[in-house]
Structures are given as structure tokens and as C-alpha cells.
């Protein structure tokens, strides 16, 4: 895996967030998570499949909705946004497979997934 990937959260599509890697710490993570999870509903609402990416400045935020999960990754604009949505794709992939067990039974404690950072390093920026 390359390094394309500048920030990243995984969260519910209640918008918990799981698990955050950002290098701008100016936003809450759980409030990030509940603005993409309200965005993604009404986007939802208004057509199929919700919100799959938005620009701000010079980044490009990528939405990947799977298995009831949000996996959002931000890149430079210049980075093409296919090479972005396969990153988190590898990357929802070792989520589910490390996390498959716990998210079973899982008791809503966020803490669970702190250790994700370990196993995608290789995928985010420093």
C-alpha cells in the first residue's frame, strides 16, 4: 500500500467514529464522525448511495460505505480519486478481518479499535 491517504476515520453509519488518524487536530473526531454520518444520511435521502466525496481547499475527502461502517480517507485533489477509494477498500479489508470477532459483540466501547493505527500505518502519510 502507498501512502496517499492524509487523515482517516472509521465510524458507524451512526456516526460513532471508531478510529481516527488526522494530522490537522483542529475538529473533535466524534463531532467529524456525526457531521459525516448526518451528510451521508441527507445525501442518502435525497439520492441512492449516499455521499462519496467532497473537496476543501486543496484536500478531497472520499466516503466508502461498507458493511454499516463509513471508512472516510483525505488526499491531496491531485491524487486521483480511484487510487484513494482502493486504499480504504485494503483498508476497511484488514479492518474487518482483524476486527471481525469484536465486532460481533461489540459493547460500544470505542477503545477497542485503538490499536488499528499499527496494522495501516503503511497507508497514511506522516
Same mark, same amino acid.
Given at each position: 500500500?502507498? $501512502?496517499?491517504? $492524509?487523515? +482517516?476515520?472509521? @465510524?458507524?453509519?451512526?456516526?460513532?467514529?471508531l478510529f481516527?488518524?488526522?494530522?490537522?487536530?483542529?475538529?473533535?473526531?466524534?463531532l467529524f464522525? =456525526?457531521?459525516?454520518?448526518? +451528510?451521508?444520511?441527507?445525501?442518502?435521502? +435525497?439520492?441512492?448511495?449516499?455521499?462519496?466525496?467532497?473537496?476543501?481547499?486543496? @484536500?478531497?475527502?472520499?466516503?466508502?460505505?461498507?458493511?454499516?461502517?463509513?471508512?472516510?480517507?483525505?488526499s491531496l485533489?491531485?491524487?486521483?480519486?480511484?487510487?484513494?477509494?482502493?486504499? +480504504?477498500?485494503? !483498508?476497511?479489508?484488514?479492518?474487518?478481518? !482483524?476486527? =471481525?470477532?469484536?465486532? !460481533?459483540?461489540?459493547?460500544?466501547?470505542?477503545?477497542?479499535?485503538?490499536?488499528?493505527?499499527?496494522?495501516?500505518?503503511?497507508?497514511?502519510?506522516?
Amino acid at each position: 500500500m502507498s $501512502k496517499i491517504i $492524509k487523515d +482517516l476515520w472509521v @465510524l458507524t453509519d451512526s456516526g460513532i467514529v471508531l478510529f481516527s488518524k488526522t494530522y490537522d487536530q483542529k475538529v473533535n473526531p466524534q463531532l467529524f464522525g =456525526a457531521l459525516m454520518s448526518a +451528510l451521508n444520511k441527507f445525501a442518502e435521502a +435525497l439520492t441512492d448511495g449516499g455521499i462519496s466525496s467532497f473537496e476543501k481547499s486543496d @484536500l478531497r475527502f472520499v466516503i466508502m460505505k461498507r458493511r454499516k461502517f463509513l471508512f472516510i480517507g483525505s488526499s491531496l485533489k491531485k491524487t486521483k480519486e480511484k487510487k484513494v477509494i482502493d486504499e +480504504l477498500k485494503q !483498508i476497511s479489508d484488514i479492518f474487518f478481518r !482483524i476486527y =471481525a470477532e469484536d465486532l !460481533i459483540n461489540w459493547d460500544n466501547d470505542v477503545r477497542t479499535f485503538s490499536g488499528f493505527g499499527d496494522y495501516i500505518d503503511k497507508s497514511l502519510e506522516e
